[in-house]
């Protein structure tokens, strides 16, 4: 028999007991579209963490510490290596040249200042985002005006600020304008951020401008620096709270822990020597459990961590494992991230087999379907035999009707989840998502990626061919003889 | 008594039967359904088993279609083992040389004529255009070329038996068996029915075994084996007295003729009979024989 031919018999058949047929497509339909459902939203929830870890942190960035060991859960003593590789400009070098899928390595701090602008106004939020000026391109920040920090601000206390900052400047005396607040979408600076005419200085000092001068002190002399260029706008916050919040100084981190210790000169002629502000510059001295760490080759630990943007979100898990194999620890937004889909992974493992449960009665249904209608079809069968149709054929028949019924089924099934997974992200936006511990307002409860409507499609067709295969095999051997008797 | 008209053939049998027997179980009885069958099929040849009911009869035919296995002896057909084939090559087998016709017409009923009739082809995977080119016109040769897009609910008893030949014979089997074909028909439609089975297969030089109760239907064979609680306890030779009239092709037939078979069948009834051929046999078979000139003079007609 040509294979066309067993298709349009099984189509026939299929067509042919209209009611039963639907019926029976419908179980697949609501089959398959519970397991997409049931899979749409153990996504959207995969999903939904993903979003709420990365506006946390770029998934990608993985932050280096040096190892300085562990608790023993055996003995309760915390067991520190004998030496550690510490985190310096060597180390940085190193990360460069030998991982792989690394887009940007680049130690990292924070440093903090008041920001005086014009020796009249302050900016008293900014603290200042430290890094390696010659990476920050390649770390993903993207200026509006001006540049980004790049090799030639190495060292020095050229800065770039987030677009927020020119909206914090305010007036201490007047407190005008009124400081804290945020700037819109794409609102014009106050004033030309990187004109030659506008002078910057960073102070530690709080009296600052703010205070009558104490002349029997030293004089304060806050430490001029140069902005280079203003960051972009975070589109993410804008879009869901009207605002970005950043209100950070990006400085090279050599530059600024020169201009840390300037400052702190500076501030200690202030207030004596009995008052001595106490600082760490970088990572000098390291202690852990009052124990100092000592690191490899009597070297000194420069920076407090490192970051590396790995390229892409699969390779991170691969990086961060190379580098705590180097001898480092690691954490990163995906360690999170791994912890919060560990933890609902119950959750989701039960949501399908609720999908799961769905299909396979919509398998038991094909096969009674098919089982029922071979007993009915008994006669035509036993004819189609004893006029010489091939076993292989009878088989063939009525496999491709379980088939058609899964395609079918699994076709509508998809259309179906469609319209269910929009259903459910109405009904999820009022509240639902956090119902389920995730706080991310931009994703969906419900996500069906193309893939998953693919893979609805065959396994319908596979349950509707494996559901068939019995009665397909039963028909084969019914006795043709039945077919012939008189009656 | 089963020495079989043998002698007169001098070429080698197509079907073979030797020592054919069938036993039920009954509780703690054994029944012969058929007890030592020896019985050869020439080609060509017409042949008719003629028992009451019960008689093994049906079984034999069954056994020959390979569609029971015996519980003793051989079944031989082109040379081939029949009951020891299995299921598989069965349906090749049946599906290459065989071609049936039951008492219950045994249509598909959701296949209209046509479909109905393509069958075998289909199942021999001709393609569909070539096969319902040969249905249509052994649709047109059975004189239903006015029903062919019918379904079997929409026809006659006379009618759908004529699907049935028009499917047995559309593949050109070496061998056709006719299984009580005209049980369910009334005697004018029964002998349009033999008539058109028996044409047939003379005209394609096919073999046609014919399983009857009644010996009018018998009349129509070369040789008619009478069987008696599974033995066949006499043969006959019935050549020089049988139904049919010589002359007349399938060809004739093959004209489009309107409303044949159905209960239009009256008025053709009235048609000469005194052309039929003057038989020397007892008065049922005369008047077989006048009747079986309807399908000629139907086609004549144009």
């Known amino acids: 028999m040509k294979t066309i031919d067993i298709f349009s018999f099984a189509l026939t058949n299929f067509l042919r007991r209209k009611a039963r047929s639907a019926l029976t497509v419908l179980g697949v339909i609501i089959g398959t579209a519970a397991v997409v459902i049931m899979l749409s939203i153990g996504i959207g929830m995969n999903k939904g963490f993903e979003d709420q870890v990365s506006s946390w942190g770029d998934l990608k960035t993985i932050r280096v510490y040096p190892y300085t060991g562990q608790f023993n859960e055996e003995t309760g003593e915390y067991e520190m290596p004998d030496e550690t590789e510490p985190l310096d400009d060597i180390t940085v070098q190193r990360f460069r040249d030998e991982l792989e899928h690394v887009k940007a390595v680049s130690p990292t701090d924070w440093g903090w200042s008041y920001m005086v602008k014009d020796n009249k106004e302050r900016n008293d939020a900014g603290s200042i985002s430290l890094l390696d000026a010659s990476a920050m391109a390649d770390m993903g920040y993207e200026a509006v005006y001006g540049r980004l920090l790049d090799e030639r601000d190495v060292g020095t206390t050229n800065f770039v600020m987030a677009y927020n900052v020119p909206f914090n400047f305010y007036n201490v005396r007047t407190e005008d304008p009124k400081y804290g607040e945020y700037a819109k979408a794409d609102e014009e600076f106050p004033f030309d951020p990187l004109s030659d005419k506008v002078k910057y200085a960073f102070t530690w000092y709080y009296g600052y401008l703010r205070q009558a001068v104490d002349t029997t002190k030293p004089r304060i002399v806050p430490e001029e620096a140069k902005c280079v260029g203003v960051l972009v706008q975070n589109e993410t916050n804008i879009k869901n709270y009207g605002y970005d919040n950043d209100c950070d100084i990006y400085m090279d981190i050599n530059g600024y822990y020169a201009m840390q210790e300037r400052l702190q000169k500076n501030q200690n002629k202030y207030y004596g020597t009995e008052n001595e502000v106490g600082i760490s510059i970088g990572g000098s001295s390291y202690y852990v459990n009052g124990q100092q760490v000592n690191f490899a080759d009597g070297r000194e630990n420069k920076y407090n961590s490192v970051i590396v943007i790995v390229d892409d979100v699969d390779h991170v898990r691969d990086v961060s494992k190379t580098l705590i194999d180097m001898g480092f620890e690691t954490s990163s937004a995906m360690d999170s991230l791994d912890r919060m889909q560990e933890q609902t992974k119950f959750l989701r493992s039960i949501l399908g087999a609720i999908g799961a449960v769905a299909f396979f009665v919509a398998a038991i249904s094909i096969a009674n379907t098919m089982v029922m209608s071979i007993y009915e079809r008994t006669r035509e069968i036993g004819i189609m035999k004893v006029i010489g149709c091939k076993l292989k054929d009878i088989r063939g028949m009525f496999l491709v009707e379980a088939a058609i019924i899964g395609i079918v089924g699994g076709a509508l099934g998809v259309a179906f989840s469609y319209g269910i997974s929009a259903l459910v992200n109405k009904l999820a936006a009022g509240g639902g998502m956090e119902a389920f511990g995730i706080y991310s307002s931009d994703s969906a409860l419900s996500i069906i990626p193309p893939w998953l409507d693919i893979a609805a499609l065959v396994l319908a067709t596979a349950v509707g061919v494996i559901s068939g295969l019995y009665p397909a095999i039963r028909a084969t051997r019914l006795s043709a003889l039945e077919a012939i008797k008189n009656e | ?302």
């Open chain 2, 1 to 302: 008594m089963a020495e079989t008209v043998a002698a007169q053939a001098k070429k080698e049998p197509i079907i073979s039967i030797k020592g054919l027997t069938k036993v039920f179980t009954l509780g703690k009885e054994k029944v012969y359904a058929l007890n030592g069958i020896d019985l050869d099929v020439q080609e060509n040849e017409i042949i008719c088993l003629l028992g009451t009911s019960g008689s093994g009869k049906s079984t034999l035919l069954n056994m020959m279609a390979g569609l029971e296995k015996p519980t003793k002896g051989s079944i031989t057909i082109f040379g081939e083992r029949v009951d020891k084939m299995s299921e598989r090559k069965l349906a090749i087998f049946r599906q290459k040389n065989m071609g049936f016709v039951f008492q219950a017409y045994n249509l598909l009923p959701n296949l209209n004529a046509i479909d109905n009739v393509s069958l075998p082809l289909a199942f021999a995977g001709v393609k569909k255009r070539i096969r319902v080119k040969k249905a249509k016109k052994m649709l047109k040769l059975c004189g239903l070329g006015k029903r062919m897009k019918h379904k079997p609910t929409q026809m006659s008893g006379g009618q759908q038996q004529r699907v049935g030949i028009a499917r047995a014979f559309v593949a050109t089997p070496k061998i056709v068996f006719a299984d009580e074909p005209t049980g369910n028909l009334d005697t004018h439609t029964t002998i349009e029915i033999m008539e058109m089975m028996v044409r047939m297969s003379r005209e394609n030089h096919q073999t046609l075994i014919i399983v009857t109760h009644d010996t009018e239907i018998a009349a129509y064979a070369d040789t008619i084996y009478h069987i008696i609680d599974g033995r066949i306890c006499s043969v006959e030779d019935n050549r020089e007295h049988q139904a049919l009239p010589p002359e007349g092709h399938i060809g004739d037939l093959a004209a489009d003729e309107p409303e044949v078979g159905s209960e239009a069948g009256e008025p053709e009834l009235e048609m000469p009979a005194a052309e039929a051929e003057s038989s020397p046999q007892e008065e049922e078979i005369g008047r077989i024989l006048q009747n079986s000139q309807i399908p000629n003079t139907l086609s004549t007609e144009e």
